[in-house]
């Protein structure tokens, strides 16, 4: 299994795009950690529609602390045997 980390910040305007290409991809044993970073726009909301969507997506949210530490947190995380990050 792979598991797929995305670090989101306050980017609603390309989430969705985002997020549904990843769902669509042919091979599917996958995870996607999905790592709020104390978004303060819709980036949550959509997050949280896409965990519904699709069981292989896992919702994280913390507080504001930087990419480097959200990357991390999703690593710690992860189950996979490979980890790739968006």
Same mark, same amino acid.
């Given at each position: 299994m792979?598991?797929? =980390?995305v670090?989101? !910040?306050? *980017? %609603?305007? !390309?989430l969705e %795009?985002?997020? &549904?290409s990843?769902r +669509? +991809?042919?091979?599917t @044993?996958?995870?996607?950690i999905? /790592?709020?970073d $104390?978004?303060t @726009? $819709?980036s949550?909301? =959509?997050?949280?529609r !896409?965990? %519904?969507?699709?069981?292989?997506?896992?919702? =994280?949210? +913390? &507080?504001?602390?930087? +990419?480097s *530490?959200?990357r991390?947190r $999703? /690593?710690? &995380?992860?189950? $996979? %045997?490979?980890? /790739?990050?968006?």
């Amino acid at each position: 299994m792979i598991s797929i =980390i995305v670090p989101v !910040y306050n *980017v %609603e305007n !390309y989430l969705e %795009e985002c997020l &549904e290409s990843i769902r +669509q +991809q042919t091979f599917t @044993d996958f995870e996607v950690i999905l /790592v709020n970073d $104390g978004s303060t @726009d $819709g980036s949550k909301e =959509i997050c949280e529609r !896409y965990c %519904e969507l699709d069981s292989r997506f896992r919702l =994280i949210n +913390q &507080e504001n602390q930087g +990419q480097s *530490v959200a990357r991390n947190r $999703g /690593v710690a &995380e992860s189950t $996979g %045997e490979f980890i /790739v990050f968006i």
